[in-house]
């Protein structure tokens, strides 16, 4: 069985997200999210998210290409993961390239493009401009 692995915030979902799960799936046959803690996120991202970590956790489980959600607490826990779940695929949007490479003595290593046209930053300036 061939494990992927991805990681991120996942706030406002939309088919950008989707997408890149889809296709992240697409290179194996189970794929694990390691989904940003809310202090994670406020402490080290410094974003607030919309939805708390549960609920966004619950609205990746209901995805069909997403077979395991486990919290991420810190940039460094990626190896850990990867030997801990034994990943062979580590797989994230190309906005990252370059960032993760290290991880190469680890697992595969894959960027894959953005939805160019929709992004958790773009949706919130939007409603932003509508108020």
Sequence with gaps: MKKIITYGTY???HYGHINLLRRAKALGDYLIVALSTDEFNWNEKHKKCYFSYEERKSLLEAIRYVDLVIPETCWEQKVTDIKEFRVDTFVI???WEGKFDFLK?????VYLPRTPEISTTQIKSDLKDRK
């Design 105 to 109: 003595e680890h697992c595969e290593v």
């Design 93 to 95: 949007g190309d906005d």
């Design 11 to 13: 706030d406002l979902l």
